[in-house]
C-alpha cells in the first residue's frame, strides 16, 4: 500500500535594516522590524492561517486519516509570538490532533553544520526544546536547512539521537535509483532516511500555476492518478516543500487551497495513505544506503550548497562569522547570544548570490549590496564580542578563567546563604532569650 509523507518548511529570518560603515561602534541593533513584522503578517494572512484551518479541516473530514509533518526554524516561531500569535495558536490546535508532526532542526535556519559542529549541535537542542515548550511534543525526525546532507551530516545527527532525517532526492546521488523508498546513510546504517520526490514536489511547487505547463490545470485526481501508477514496489512518497506554496506562492485564487482539500478524497479511492515521517520510519526497512560525500540540498538544479557558499564574498563571510563561534559560547549575555543567532540564519548568505544575477525575494540590489550589510554589522558585533573577551586571550585561557570566576560566584553564593542561615539562627535564639 502506498503512502504520502508530507513536509512542510517554515521560516522566516531576521531581516537587516540598512547598516552602514558610519554605524560600526554607534548603533547595535541590526534589524529592520517594519519588514519584518509586514512579511510576516501578509504569508500569514495568505498561507498560515487559512493553510492550518484548511490541514484540520483536512483532518476532520478524513476521519483522521490525513497527515503532515511541519519544521518551524526557531526564528520563524520567535516572529510568530511576537507578530501573530494567533499562528501559534492554531498550530497548537493541530498538534494536539496528533496527525501533525514537529520535525527538528537547527534553530536560526542556519549552515552550521558546515562549519561549526558545536554550533549545530547547540541548535538543534535549542530548537528541540522550543518545539517541546510551544507544543508539548518533542522531535524525533530530523531534517537539516534547506535538507542539506552530507555522510559527515548524517553521523552528527545519529549521534544526537535520531534514527529518521530527511533529506533530498538528488539525482547525482540516487543515479537509477528511485527516493520511493526508505533508504539508510552510509555512515550509520541505523539512520534511516526519507527522500524528496523532486518531480511530485515541483508538480505544486514550481508547475500548479504555470499556464505555459503542458499539464495544467493539475487537478488534485489527475495527481493522485501520476502518484497511484508509480511501480507497486515503491511505498512512500515524500512530497517535500515550502509552506507558502499554498496561498502566497501560488495565490488562493488559482485553485490551490481547493485542490490540496481534494487530495485526502481521491488518494482514499485510490487505496493511498497518508503518514507522518516517524511512522513511516518505524513501519519500513531501508532497501540500501546512500553515500554523500559532498553536502547536497534541494536548491536549484546543482542540489549543492553553492547558492550560500558559492563565491568569495558568501565564503569570505562564513569564515569570519564561524571565527568568533567559541568566544561568543563563552558569554551570557542575552543580546550577544540573541544578535549570534540571528546573524547565522543562511538567508543572509543566500542574499549574496551571484549565480543567477538578482537573487529573488532578497531585499537588496544585487549581491555585493547584501555582503556590505552583512560585513558592516558582522563587523560592530565582532567589536562586541572581542569587547567582552579580548582576542589577546587565547580560548583555552579564557574558558579556564570563566570557569575560575563562575566557580568563584558560586562559591560566593553558597557564602552568603550560610550567612543567611546563621543570621536567622542567632535571631532566633535572641528571640528566645
Not at 131 to 152: A, H, M, Q
Not at 375 to 395: G, H, K, Q, Y
Amino acid at each position: 500500500m502506498k503512502t504520502i509523507c508530507f513536509y512542510f518548511q517554515i521560516h522566516q529570518p531576521f531581516r537587516l535594516k540598512r547598516y552602514r560603515f558610519f554605524d560600526i561602534g554607534n548603533d547595535h541593533y541590526y534589524y529592520d522590524d517594519f519588514q519584518n513584522e509586514e512579511i510576516i503578517r501578509r504569508i500569514a494572512e495568505k498561507t498560515y492561517l487559512p493553510g492550518n484551518r484548511a490541514i484540520l479541516d483536512m483532518i476532520k473530514t478524513s476521519g483522521g486519516k490525513f497527515k503532515v509533518a511541519f519544521s518551524i526554524s526557531g526564528t520563524a516561531l520567535e516572529q510568530m509570538e511576537i507578530y501573530t500569535p494567533e499562528v501559534i495558536d492554531s498550530f497548537k490546535e493541530l498538534a494536539q490532533t496528533g496527525n501533525v508532526e514537529f520535525l527538528a532542526e537547527t534553530y536560526a535556519h542556519s549552515l552550521a553544520s558546515l562549519g561549526d559542529e558545536e554550533e549545530f549541535k547547540q541548535q538543534v537542542k535549542r530548537h528541540q526544546n522550543k518545539i517541546y515548550t510551544l507544543f508539548g511534543v518533542k522531535p524525533k525526525v530530523f531534517r537539516n536547512t534547506e535538507l542539506i546532507y552530507s555522510d559527515d551530516i548524517s553521523e552528527l545527527v545519529y549521534q544526537m539521537g535520531f534514527r529518521g532525517m530527511l533529506t533530498e532526492g538528488a539525482k547525482h546521488v540516487l543515479g537509477w535509483k528511485s527516493p520511493n523508498y526508505m533508504y539508510s546513510s552510509i555512515m550509520q546504517p541505523q539512520l534511516k532516511m526519507l527522500l524528496k520526490n523532486d518531480r511530485f514536489s515541483e508538480d505544486l511547487s514550481m508547475r500548479f500555476s504555470n499556464y505555459s505547463w503542458n499539464e495544467y490545470p493539475l487537478t488534485a485526481d489527475k495527481y493522485i492518478s501520476w502518484i497511484a501508477s508509480t511501480p507497486e514496489s515503491e511505498q512512500i512518497i515524500s512530497l517535500f516543500m515550502n509552506y507558502e506554496v499554498l496561498g502566497t506562492l501560488n495565490a488562493a485564487e488559482t485553485g490551490i487551497f481547493d485542490f490540496f482539500k481534494a487530495l485526502p478524497r481521491f488518494a482514499a479511492e485510490k487505496g493511498i495513505s497518508f503518514s507522518m515521517p516517524s511512522e513511516v520510519f518505524s513501519l519500513l526497512k531501508p532497501v540500501d544506503s546512500i553515500s554523500v560525500p559532498y553536502p547536497m540540498s534541494w536548491v536549484d538544479e546543482e542540489k549543492d550548497c553553492s547558492s550560500w557558499l558559492g563565491n568569495v564574498l558568501q565564503q569570505e563571510a562564513f569564515r569570519k562569522i564561524n571565527e568568533i563561534g567559541e568566544r561568543v559560547r563563552l558569554s551570557d549575555n542575552r543580546r550577544i547570544l540573541q544578535d549570534w543567532t540571528y546573524l547565522q540564519s543562511s538567508d543572509h548568505f543566500y542574499y549574496m548570490n551571484t549565480k543567477r544575477g538578482h537573487v529573488g525575494f532578497s531585499p537588496y540590489e544585487n549581491a555585493y549590496d547584501a555582503f556590505n550589510n552583512y560585513m558592516n554589522v558582522l563587523s560592530d558585533f565582532i567589536v562586541r564580542v572581542t569587547a567582552l573577551f579580548p582576542t589577546s586571550i587565547e580560548n583555552e585561557e579564557l574558558n579556564s578563567l570563566l570557569t575560575t570566576i563562575r566557580n568563584q560566584g558560586i562559591e560566593i553564593e553558597q557564602l552568603r546563604k550560610e550567612l543567611t542561615n546563621t543570621k536567622k539562627k542567632l535571631e532566633k535564639k535572641l528571640t528566645t532569650e
